[in-house]
């Protein structure tokens, strides 16, 4: 069955722009999660989706929001940006969250310039 | 607040052993995740533990020790595709803290 899919893979933007960031999860997959990962700080957690409600969400700036819809697919925002949001984003679906195995996507390579 | 901690980077000899050190300190606990992550790769799914004691998965092990707040992840016989960071991760009240990453360095 396909695995998660992040678009795009890489991305360029300059400060003040906003930028969508785009996760379908493994199909029958309910639970979408999006980490933000840099060299120093490691995977943080940015928010989860379950059933098209945001249950949980990390301590991030509102900035960053997002949202999913029926079909589990889910998008991540990012507005406003700023030099320090250059990282790898990654999103991770799982059947139910929490105790079960995350699947990872291959990420979004944002650099802001 | 929620902490966990794992070696920055450690380098091991193909063909030993090595043991990769977490300690978490979390509000809650629900099971601690291993995952591993190649250079450029999305992380991949190792091992999970919820109760004391070691899960063994062919040449991967994993310990817990929910009373000192302690998992470890043993590799036998290193091979050099085991060159990767290795991610650990606590369930705490239904999110997952992760920590930084130990860089793994296996030498020829």
């Known amino acids: 069955k396909a695995g998660v899919t992040q678009t795009p893979r890489y991305l360029i933007k300059t400060r003040g722009q906003q930028v969508t960031l785009s996760c379908s999860p493994i199909?029958?997959?309910?639970?979408v999660s999006w980490y933000q990962q840099t060299p120093g700080q490691g995977l943080q957690f940015l928010f989860e989706y379950f059933s098209e409600t945001q249950r949980n969400k990390g301590n991030f700036p509102g900035r960053f929001s997002g949202r999913q819809f029926s079909n589990s697919r889910s998008e991540m925002n990012v507005s406003t940006l700023e030099l320090g949001d250059s990282a790898l984003y990654l999103c991770?679906?799982?059947?139910?969250?929490?105790?079960?195995?995350?699947?990872f996507g291959q990420g979004t390579r944002l650099t802001v310039v | 607040g929620q902490n966990i901690d794992q070696p920055t980077e450690m380098t091991a000899t193909e063909g030993a052993i090595v043991q990769i050190n977490c300690t978490y300190q979390?509000?809650?606990?629900?099971?601690l995740f291993w995952y591993q992550q190649h250079a450029g790769e999305a992380p991949t799914f190792l091992s999970y533990?919820?109760l004391d004691g070691l899960e063994e998965k062919g040449r991967f092990s994993s310990f817990l020790s929910r009373s000192k707040g302690y998992s470890y992840l043993l590799l036998k016989e290193l091979q050099m595709k085991d060159s990767a960071s290795y991610l650990c991760?606590?369930?705490?009240?239904?999110?997952?803290?992760w920590g930084a990453g130990t860089k793994l360095i296996i030498k020829p």
């Open positions: 991770a679906s799982s059947f139910t969250g929490g105790s079960t195995e995350a699947f």
């Open positions: 979390t509000s809650g606990f629900n099971g």
């Open positions: 991760a606590v369930k705490s009240n239904y999110q997952l803290i």
């Open positions: 199909s029958g997959h309910r639970s």
């Open positions: 533990n919820v």
